[in-house]
């Protein structure tokens, strides 16, 4: 199908994503770079892009604002040196 009518300075191109032709003033360039149709007597296939993908992440502070650093007490015995009365 074509929606290609001829008109002077305005060549026939193809719509990248439904394949059909359009004169080169029916067609806009998307954000990934491809040419698609858009507006009247079109399949419309060009679209914004999404906000969401200008959002970015914040940074989430996980330390305790105050808090005491804890001492190390760790205290590792030696395997053979464990009896049934550690456990």
Known sequence: MSFYQFRERDPRSVCQRCGFDFNRSALRRDWRGLWLCHGPNSNDC?????????VRGVADRQQVRGGAVPAASDVFKEPSATTPSDL
């Open 46 to 54: 060009w679209e914004p892009r999404n906000q969401q993908e200008y």
